[in-house]
């Protein structure tokens, strides 16, 4: 009786903190079977409508993950012609002061401005110091960079000033990789949220390169941002199937890295250095990961981004986002009480093999295998309107097929 007070106890005391926060990770050619960089962020927000949009920014164009209704000089994600990449996640032991809440919030757009305006990790740099210049700087996060030269790093970053954590320092990532949620290393210690999320995704990774495992977009996408490990539980939902059939199918929906306020989660592939920045990649999910499916962006594409992954002609949100959201809403249908915490996980997931997230693994294998083709025969080439139209109306013509015949 003492544990499942203690286990209750954990839960209140949780659910009253972490709600919308992010995980994320950075991994450097060293740790990726082709040498170039990945850079992961699985989003965990309020606002539960996302979608990509294609902007002209004052030195370099970009595209970026945006709220839906959302500010349009807000990004969450992005990556621009110059090969520089971006994305953050909140942090909660940096600021200690008392700054109004009307200036805080500002780490959307200071990505926005950072895509429109960066080439390197020390441009970067140089937009923090002017920031710093101007405090406070109305931020507390972590945000993420990688740049088409090799660099790859975090910074820490407090409305005072700002640190560097460089992932191509052995010391600080001796295997290549740094995973992030919602604390700061140099911040306070033991403050902070995310420490679950964070070893969660900590021991999916290191088992995986124990293992001779490859660092990929369709790891990541499969293995981390669907994962329904949880760390101080000790409990796999996906792998324990004692588990699955002697209970409901009903689960607390508490601290796995996809959560009910999972939003959307990015994969870009960068590049090594002297190769084309246009090659770089955005693997992007919009809705609920678990049941929505990865889509590979292009900053070349500019404006023509496939159009059902931005805003539609007859709604402001993304039709990929409504189809994943569609069964989303089904898993968490209960709205009484405190049913809003609990996630009908025999519908993502389940022993007969009928689960949404089974259903789509062949598809989104699919769409891997396709993209990868693509990718290839377009590498370097300058774009291609026909081509890519045609690519993007097969992905979506399988993509419907599939999502049709779901229940």
Known sequence: MKKIV????????????????????????KATPDGRPLMWK??????????????????YSFIALINSPGDLKEAWCGTNDAGFS????????LNYDNVPSEMMDKEGVVMFNALGECKTLADFEKLLTKMQKQKPMGVEGNFG???????????????????????????????????????????????GMGYIRYTNAEYIIKNHIGRAGEITPKFITQQLSRSFYHSLLGIDLVKDNEILQ??????????????KS????????????????????????????????????FVKAGEN?????????????????????????KIFHVKRGNGNRYMNFNLIYNPQGTGYMQQLRPLENKIFKISEKFMEENKDKEYNKVAFDNFYNTLFEEIKTVYSNLE
């Open 6 to 29: 203690s286990l209750l106890f954990l839960f209140a005391v949780l659910f009253a903190t972490d709600l919308y926060c992010c995980t994320s990770a950075i991994f450097t050619g």
């Open 246 to 259: 002697r209970g409901s199918g009903w689960f607390i929906d508490q601290d796995f890295i996809p959560r």
């Open 262 to 297: 999972s939003t959307s989660s990015m994969v870009i592939a960068g590049i090594k250095e002297g190769e084309n920045p246009l090659n770089t990649v955005m693997w992007t999910i919009l809705g609920y990961p678990p049941v929505s499916v990865a889509v590979p962006l």
């Open 42 to 59: 699985h989003r965990d927000t309020g606002e539960e409508n996302n979608k990509v949009e294609f902007f002209k920014g004052p030195k």
């Open 145 to 191: 960079v990688i740049d088409a030269f090799g660099g790859a790093a975090y910074y820490e970053v407090g409305n005072e000033s700002w640190t560097k954590i460089d992932v191509n320092d052995p010391k600080i990532a001796p295997q290549g990789y740094l995973v992030y949620s919602n604390h700061s290393y140099t911040g306070k210690l033991d403050d």
């Open 305 to 329: 981004q496939p159009y059902w992954m931005i805003e539609g002609k007859d709604s402001e949100n993304a039709l990929m986002c409504d189809m994943a959201l569609e069964l989303k809403h």
């Open 86 to 93: 971006i994305m953050n996640t909140a942090s909660y032991n």
